[in-house]
């Protein structure tokens, strides 16, 4: 195991933000922990790097226990959200940091330097200062930078998170493929559902300080282990007490075995897909994913009454975890 | 269970790598700070009220006591207000009015806080001392200047006019127009939009630059020992009259060092309570002297 | 006062005037503020050099080969030297302190930090006269050990210190809350220790507070009058700073001399806080900001 964490507990305050959390990430891996504001995952990156230090708990860093250890120590490299270029040195200075600290020769840093600005596509830029690169080069600087040391593990925090939507889709793709090339095991933080389903080999749904699945993105999306996994990771709309994935609620003008009554209340093309929002007989609003084919092909209209039946539903019971999965 | 203490601390610092470090640069802050601030104003006071108010009763029997500690505190409450108003006009003038020169009047501005006081009390002296072509006129129309109170009140303005411009500036210069802008288009204008839109929210600024002047004229001592003439119940200001209590004999006083420290720790006091007050004006955080 | 945003739509009519009752206000208020300043300042500013320079150049050579200015220079500087060096290295550890560290009793730490400002010179004085004079606290530790305090050097370089240790710090604090602590993460995860990511990351981002904090804190030092004044023992020629110097010169019916010597302290000054202004615009646009 490249990371393990054990029974780590960290407090601010009164505010528990992380809860005996325990996570085994496996070497060459990119695991992605995702959840919303405040669930505690930047924090369980944070104790991860040795930049806090949990209340309780133990952290091991392939197989050696790093939890007494200063980041210095620990072998990790780290991307912050706001880049946290040091803004007095150029390009090139930025990079080599790492490399001065552990006064390698002079020839060895500007050739690895120029090979991590090669890798990262900043070649030609290296006499820049930060303050004049946009943020998407700044952060791919910051993961020269830490890559320059040859950590360990990479942690990145929301990354992307200060750059705009396109560029973050490209960055996005960009890590994919960089991780691909590196095989560094590298952890990565993200709110944003989207970002973790299209980067990871796992992901770890972080809500209120605990991990509540840890697992492949697709065991994910169909065998979700609690609730808040289901409505977090991929879209839901309510189906009486039961929860159904949109795409997955099957509409048709004609009446055929379980299907039930709906009227449809609006159609919203949305380019390729389409998304019909319907009421059941009983008042319940819904939202059904189709493509424009089906729609066409149905010729659906406001107003009209058509017939639904879900496919898969996934009803939660009592306590609202542990969800059964039935197929229709 | 102090072993179970000793052991839970004993681990807290082993696994907590910058302690060492945050722990020395407190000791250092506190050491620096306590022996050098803490201690000579503790002195003051042991001194001074040690024994009760006997020093403080013995010192403001001295001969022009009353009269210099009232001095300073009418002057400094004067040059407050003085330099309240002038000192928020400057500001104004400097933010709002682009006007050719702006930019080197704005650096004479900040002049007082780069002289020397005691250059501060020459260069008065040398323009409106009894010698000059200045101050001669003012003297044959009747009017003293220097070794007179006009003298310390333009030394004072001098010194402390810097406090408030550069503690209004900043606010002015990041206050939002729109609400100004709001007000010109329901018909107000001028000097009403200025009472009733800017005037507030500078008003913790102005407030606050002026307890500054208040505070550091009642301590003003350079620019006022060579301006003054130090004449007792006429001109003499409360810090040059602890000098005096320290040298005894000049005028007749008893003197001594405590009585000269009774008098300083109800200056210093009044002056401290002031920038305590200040501190708290502008929300509680160190400011820039910038 | 309304800017002008738009324009008036005819001659005379009653926006035209209002505007330019705008505008009239606004020159006699720019007037006013001009009279003030040249009054107060610049009037008086204009007398010094005029006065100082008045004896002409000969003069001036002949002031500062005078034994006595030249020593009460040199006091002045050395004086000014050690007080910034102490100020500006331990009010980098108080500076730290408030900015970054949390614990119960900081804003007593920041209140003794101001605390400075509100003395009077004069107290200060008496406050080392109190602690190391004739029976002072630490008087008889001091005259066992033969060393003098006060009427000597050391009291003097002590009461400096006293009024130079707010200015560093309260540039420097306000610059490290901006800053925050990212880059020094950064720089912890890329294997630097503390001690070199102050040197190499913390120090070079506070650069322009500081010198201007030094710079303040050395103008403050040149000019002190008041503290040295009671300590230095009002009497003694060999402990007598540049400032000191001036009083002598005036009482002692050489003004001349008094003038020149004050227009070179101001003069330093002045230069001094210049250039550190220059230098900070330029380090500015170095860093592209």
Redesign the interface.
């Given at each position: 195991m490249a990371i393990s964490v054990r029974g780590v507990t960290k407090r601010f305050g009164d505010f528990v933000a992380l809860d005996e959390v325990s996570l085994a990430i496996p070497s060459g891996s990119l695991t992605v922990l995702l959840g919303p504001s405040g669930s505690g995952k930047s924090t369980l990156l944070r104790v991860i790097a040795g930049l806090e230090l949990p209340d309780s708990g133990r952290v091991s860093i392939f197989d050696t226990d790093a939890t007494d250890l200063p980041p210095q120590k620990r072998g990790v490299g780290f991307v912050f959200q706001h880049y946290a270029s040091f803004k007095r040195m150029n390009v090139r200075d930025n990079v080599a940091f790492g490399m001065k600290i552990q006064k390698r020769p002079k020839n060895e840093i500007r050739a690895r330097v120029d090979e991590l600005l090669g890798l990262v596509q900043l070649q030609g830029l290296a006499e820049r200062y930060p303050s004049q690169l946009s943020g998407g080069q700044r952060q791919r600087m910051a993961l020269a930078r830490a890559l320059a040391v040859e950590p360990k593990v990479l942690l990145l925090d929301e990354p992307f998170g200060a750059l705009d939507a396109r560029v973050r889709k490209d960055l996005r793709t960009w890590l994919r493929r960089l991780h691909e090339d590196v095989q560094v095991t590298t952890v990565l933080v993200t709110h944003d559902q989207e970002e973790a389903m299209e980067v990871a080999d796992r992901i770890a749904v972080v809500n209120h300080g605990r991990i509540e699945q840890y697992g492949k993105p697709r065991d994910l999306y169909e065998h979700p282990a609690t609730e808040f996994v289901m409505t977090f990771v991929g879209p839901v709309t309510r189906f009486r007490e039961a929860y159904i994935r949109p795409h997955d609620l099957d509409v048709g003008r004609e009446p055929r075995g379980s299907y039930e009554e709906a009227t449809v209340e609006k159609v919203v093309h949305l380019g390729f897909e389409v998304r019909v929002e319907l009421t059941l007989a009983e008042g319940d609003r819904l939202e059904a994913q189709l493509t424009k084919r089906e729609v066409e092909g149905l010729e659906l209209l406001e107003g009209q009454r058509v017939f639904v039946s879900p496919r898969r539903l996934t009803r939660v019971d009592q306590n609202g975890s542990a969800p059964h999965v039935t197929s229709s | 269970m102090v072993a179970d203490a000793r052991s839970r601390i004993a681990g807290r610092a082993r696994r907590d790598p910058g302690a060492s470090s945050r722990w020395a640069l407190r000791s250092t802050a506190f050491l620096y700070l306590g022996l050098f601030v803490l201690l000579p104003v503790a002195v003051i006071l042991q001194r001074g009220y040690g024994s009760g108010l006997g020093n403080l009763e013995d010192a403001l029997h001295s001969f022009g006591a009353w009269n210099a500690i009232r001095l300073t505190v009418v002057l400094a409450v004067v040059t407050a207000i003085v330099n309240g108003v002038f000192g928020t006009l400057l500001a104004y003038v400097l933010v709002r009015i682009p006007f050719p020169g702006r930019e080197i009047v704005s650096a004479i501005v900040d002049l007082p806080f780069a002289i020397p006081s005691l250059v501060a009390g020459v260069m008065l002296v040398a323009l409106y001392g009894p010698t000059s072509v200045v101050g001669g006129w003012f003297e044959d129309h009747g009017l003293k200047i220097i070794f007179a109170v006009p003298g310390i009140l333009l030394a004072l303005l001098f010194v402390t006019l810097p406090l408030v411009v550069r503690s209004v500036q900043p606010v002015l210069s990041e206050l939002d127009r729109e609400e100004e802008e709001a007000a010109h288009t329901l018909g107000a204008h001028g000097w009403t939009t200025f009472r009733k839109i800017v005037l507030p929210a500078l008003r913790p600024a102005i407030v606050a630059g002026s307890l500054l002047v208040f505070a550091r004229s009642l301590g003003e001592f350079g620019a006022i020992v060579f301006v003054a003439g130090n004449i007792p119940n006429q001109t003499l200001t409360a810090p040059v009259f602890i000098t005096q209590l320290l040298s005894p004999g000049s005028y007749g006083q008893s003197g001594g060092p405590d009585q000269a420290a009774a008098v300083a720790g109800l200056l210093f006091g009044l002056a401290f309570i002031v920038v305590l007050l200040t501190e708290k004006l502008i929300s509680g955080r160190l400011e820039r002297t910038t | 006062?309304?800017e002008a945003h738009a324009q008036p739509l005819a001659s005379g009519g009653p926006a035209d005037r209002?505007a330019s009752?705008?505008r009239g206000?606004?020159a006699l208020?720019?007037g006013?503020?001009?009279l003030?300043?040249l009054v107060?300042?610049?009037?008086?500013?204009?007398?010094?050099i005029?006065?100082g320079l008045r004896s002409g150049l000969g003069a001036i050579t002949d002031t500062f080969s005078q034994q006595d200015v030249v020593h009460a220079f040199y006091l002045t500087f050395v004086i000014m030297l050690i007080a910034v060096a102490v100020t500006t290295v331990?009010g980098l550890?108080?500076a730290?302190?408030?900015a970054r560290?949390r614990?119960r009793g900081k804003?007593f730490?920041?209140?003794?930090?101001?605390?400075?400002?509100?003395?009077?010179?004069?107290?200060?004085g008496?406050?080392?006269?109190?602690?190391f004079?004739r029976?002072?606290?630490f008087e008889p530790f001091f005259t066992a050990q033969g060393i003098r305090i006060v009427f000597a050097l050391p009291s003097m370089i002590?009461v400096t210190?006293?009024i130079s240790?707010?200015?560093v710090?309260?540039?420097i604090?306000?610059?490290l809350?901006e800053l925050g602590t990212?880059?020094e993460?950064?720089?912890?995860?890329?294997?630097?220790?503390?001690l070199?990511t102050f040197f190499?990351?913390t120090l070079?981002?506070i650069r322009w507070?500081l010198f201007?904090?030094m710079a303040?804190s050395a103008?403050r030092s040149?000019?002190?009058?008041?503290a040295v004044?009671?300590v230095s023992g009002?009497l003694q020629g060999q402990t007598e700073t540049a400032?000191l110097y001036?009083?002598r010169a005036?009482d002692q019916y050489q003004p001349e001399r008094?003038?020149i010597v004050?227009?070179m302290?101001?003069a330093f000054?002045?230069l001094?806080?210049i250039g550190i202004e220059m230098f900070k615009r330029r380090g500015l646009k170095r860093?592209?900001?």
């Open positions: - | - | 006062m309304s209002a009752r705008g206000v606004r208020l720019v006013i503020a001009l003030y300043v107060l300042i610049v009037a008086p500013l204009g007398g010094i005029f006065y331990l550890a108080v730290f302190v408030l560290d614990f804003s730490l920041s209140a003794l930090v101001n605390l400075p400002l509100a003395v009077s010179p004069v107290v200060v008496l406050m080392a006269i109190l602690l004079g029976g002072g606290w002590l210190i006293f240790i707010p200015f710090i309260r540039e604090v306000p610059l809350e990212e880059e993460q950064a720089a912890w995860t890329l294997g630097a220790s503390r070199q190499r990351i070079p981002n507070g201007y904090g303040l103008a040149i000019g002190e009058v008041g004044l009671v009002l400032t001036i009083l005036f008094g003038y004050a227009l302290l101001a000054s002045i001094l806080l860093a592209g900001e």
